[in-house]
């Protein structure tokens, strides 16, 4: 290996629009976190829902696009140590991010995409079932356990979806590209039977014919916020990793053989 800066590295411009982009996810975050919109959040389903969405999709994907860690102190600002294929490996000085990043370097991530995947599925679906949901209505201090445990799990499968320098997706795209649509699928399917449902799932909120939302309103306003701002977030990944799959110098199909292959052996 040869000591040389990360391949990663960006421009003034790019490094300035990651820390836009980290700040909007922790604000964001803090913003759904606090009054007044927790507090709308007891009294409306959908803004409990749009809550909801922040926490397990939007702000993790922006903390994770924004790439904060030099500057939270949890990376090294000095230059990385890359290997002859040209992955990142650790810095001169590793901090807590340097020395992960290193150890996921070390291996392809599939057994670790399906583990994601089955986390955020389990996750997103648990913190959406009407007794949670009730519960985090009768008591609002359960939106901070929330957030915590969909933040976690949502920080952790974005990190193996997009680039967060100086950690970089050890998932080959093929499954990147499932990742992404199996968690976009589970928040639509969800999303699908509470626009469906002939009543509200959740009794702690209530709904008085001509006064407020409409329990009909609220449901398909819950409908299309879960599914617009899931695939705002799951869809440009999907593209993104598709269409660069598809234009690598590998055969994508042949190349699709060998992972099947290496995942089953």
């Not at 000591?3 to 590295?9: F, G, I, K, R, T």
């Not at 209505?137 to 997009?162: C, F, K, N, Q, T």
């Not at 008085?208 to 409409?214: K, L």
Request: hydrophobic content about 55%.
């Amino acid at each position: 290996m040869n000591e040389a800066e990360s391949p990663l590295a960006s421009p003034n411009h790019v490094v300035a629009f990651r820390k836009v982009l980290a700040v909007a996810g922790l604000l964001l975050w803090i913003v759904f976190l606090v009054p007044p919109v927790s507090t709308w959040a007891l009294r409306y389903e959908y803004a409990q829902a749009i809550q909801y969405c922040v926490f397990a999709v939007l702000a993790p994907a922006l903390i994770v696009a924004g790439a904060p860690w030099r500057w939270l102190g949890l990376s090294s600002r000095e230059p990385h140590v890359v290997n002859a294929d040209a992955q990142l490996v650790s810095s001169l000085r590793p901090r807590a991010i340097d020395r992960w990043s290193s150890l996921r370097a070390r291996r392809l991530g599939i057994r670790r995409a399906y583990g994601l995947v089955i986390a955020f599925s389990l996750m997103t679906i648990f913190w959406r079932l009407s007794p949670v949901v009730n519960a985090l209505v009768r008591h609002p201090w359960l939106a901070v356990v929330e957030s915590a445990a969909l933040m976690l799990v949502g920080l952790l499968l974005w990190i193996d979806l997009i680039e967060s320098p100086p950690l970089t997706p050890c998932t080959p795209r093929p499954y990147r590209i499932g990742m992404a649509t199996a968690s976009m699928w589970v928040v639509w399917v969800l999303a699908y039977l509470l626009g469906q449902s002939n009543d509200s799932w959740y009794r702690a909120f209530h709904h008085v014919a001509g006064q407020g939302v409409s329990l009909s309103a609220d449901q398909q306003l819950i409908s299309g916020s879960l599914w617009l701002l899931t695939a705002g977030a799951f869809l440009p990944v999907i593209f993104w990793n598709l269409v660069h799959w598809l234009q690598a110098e590998e055969d994508p199909d042949a190349e699709l053989v060998r992972l099947i292959r290496h995942d089953t052996n």
